[in-house]
């Protein structure tokens, strides 16, 4: 069974590009948690989405930042015109149900870059 | 506002010693998780405790839930070289009615261990 899987697992953008961050979490699992880990930083909650529909982006930065959960295919974190401050490693994690007692599984995560 | 206080922030012993990581909230939690993460991957699962005094070993590791489900502790015994990572808390709480898993971590204890 495979684990959660993230590309690209780097990735290297100018000031004003857009990045795009794919996640496609373990077989079975219909939750999808988006996390941010800024260097000397904890890891910090951004998005929570279920397939098509988006529960909790409390997270998330007010602007230019969006999440996605298609019905097919991979859930995608788009960060567009990015920033210097974007730069972090952003991981995706799964689980099967929602409930507060459930385990979430990581990606390895992509380390974004922006020069 | 920083739910869970993690520490120490940093641990350096030598191999055989025993250490214990903190990991302490204001708040009740659903759930604590524990995770270690290496340089430049995602942080895996290593246990999950869901029952206020709950106790889970694993091999040399204790982990143990406070009665209140608002702490949680993280005992090594007989430390080795190959312990030596980040190890990370995470809480999952019930959202007023919504219950579902997001995690708030803590800081994280960097632990080195010395041959």
Redesign the interface.
């Known amino acids: 069974n495979a684990g959660?899987m993230?590309n690209p697992r780097h990735l290297v953008r100018r000031r004003g590009q857009e990045a795009r961050l794919r996640c496609s979490p373990m077989k079975g699992h219909s939750?999808v948690?988006w996390?941010r880990q800024l260097p000397e930083?904890?890891?910090?909650?951004m998005v929570?989405l279920q397939k098509e529909n988006i529960?909790?982006e409390s997270g998330m930065p007010k602007e230019r930042f969006s999440a996605e959960f298609p019905k097919e295919g991979p859930s995608i974190l788009r960060i567009q015109q990015v920033v210097r401050g974007d730069s972090a490693a952003y991981?995706c994690?799964s689980?099967p149900f929602?409930?507060?007692?459930?385990?979430?599984?990581?990606?390895?995560?992509t380390?974004l870059t922006v020069l | 506002t920083q739910l869970l206080e993690q520490s120490p922030q940093f641990l350096s012993i030598q191999e055989g010693e025993n250490l214990t990581v903190y990991c302490n909230s204001s708040s009740v939690?659903?759930?604590l998780?524990w995770?270690r993460q290496e340089p430049?991957?995602?942080?895996?699962?290593l246990v999950?405790v869901?029952t206020g005094g709950e106790v889970k070993k694993l091999k040399r590791l204790t982990f143990q839930f406070g009665d209140a489900r608002k702490d949680s502790s993280l005992h090594i015994t007989a430390a080795q070289p190959g312990d030596t990572g980040l190890y990370?808390c995470?809480g999952?709480?019930?959202?007023g009615g919504?219950?579902?898993?997001?995690?708030?971590?803590?800081?994280?204890t960097i632990l080195t261990v010395h041959p």
């Open positions: 959660v993230q939750h948690y996390y930083e904890g890891l910090k909650f929570y529960i909790d991981f994690a689980s929602s409930k507060g007692t459930d385990t979430q599984y990581f990606g390895p995560g380390r | 939690f659903s759930s998780q995770y430049g991957e995602g942080p895996v699962l999950t869901v990370l995470a999952a709480r019930d959202a919504t219950s579902y898993g997001k995690l708030t971590f803590g800081q994280g």
